[in-house]
Nanobody, 121 residues
């Protein structure tokens, strides 16, 4: 398993932006798919988006056009840029790593501890 650490969470106003980071000390980072998930209070954890080894990305419909995932393999870090956020997106955001697949939580074997994002109205 790969150790993953999220950072960048915090309080942001509705309509604002925030960038989350997901870092690892593992030198095999570039060979993994990185996914972002979120879990709001009282709700199940849901897929936000993912980035594959070749840099291709996929997003949940709810964030498409507003969120962007990128990766810097040299820094062993992936990013989730969140724009035009809404209070309903208050949640703990997790990053995870997978060897195959990438669309489902069951694909991911390594998870970060999560970072809290709170969107104020």
């Amino acid at each position: 398993q790969m150790q993953l650490v999220e950072s960048g969470g915090g309080l942001v106003q509705a309509g604002g932006s925030l960038r989350l980071s997901c870092s690892t000390p593992s030198y095999t980072f570039s060979s993994y798919i990185v996914g972002w998930f979120r879990q709001a209070p009282g709700k199940e954890r849901e897929f936000v988006g993912a980035i594959w080894r070749d840099g291709s990305t996929s997003y949940a419909d709810s964030v498409k056009g507003r969120f962007a995932i990128s990766r810097d393999n040299a820094k062993r870090t992936a990013y989730l840029q969140m724009n035009r956020v809404s209070p309903e997106e208050t949640a703990v955001y997790f990053c995870a790593a997978a060897s195959t697949g990438g669309f489902f939580q069951r694909d991911y074997s390594s998870w970060g501890q999560g970072t809290q994002v709170t969107v104020s109205s």
